[in-house]
Nanobody, 118 residues
């Protein structure tokens, strides 16, 4: 099992920045990638950033150029630096991890609320 705990959400004004953190613990071997999803009210959960075991990254078009995902392997922590926030970024942000050995498994954190006021 893998436990993921997010922190760093809050209320900010448009144009400001926030950094989310996700601390991972448990059985972390064979984790292929970690990342962030978000879910806005009335919308489906969407993948916004992913960092792979080789440090390659993927971003949703909606956040590309504004958000940066990174990780500190020594701390088993993944970060999401969010700049130039706008009200459309308001959502619950979930940390995510995935492994495919010995079986495909996905893990989620409990979520942290990010609210951007105009």
């Amino acid at each position: 099992q893998v436990q993921l705990v997010e922190s760093g959400g809050g209320l900010v004004q448009a144009g400001e920045s926030l950094r989310l953190s996700c601390a991972a613990s448990g059985s972390l071997s064979s984790i292929n990638a970690m990342g962030w999803y978000r879910q806005a009210p009335g919308k489906q959960r969407e993948l916004i950033a992913l960092i792979w075991i080789d440090d390659s990254t993927n971003y949703a078009d909606s956040v590309k150029g504004r958000f940066t995902i990174s990780r500190d392997n020594a701390k088993n922590t993944v970060y999401l630096q969010m700049n130039s926030l706008n009200p459309e970024d308001t959502a619950v942000y979930y940390c995510y991890a995935v492994r495919n050995k010995p079986a495909y498994e996905q893990y989620w954190g409990q979520g942290t609320q990010v609210t951007v006021s105009s």
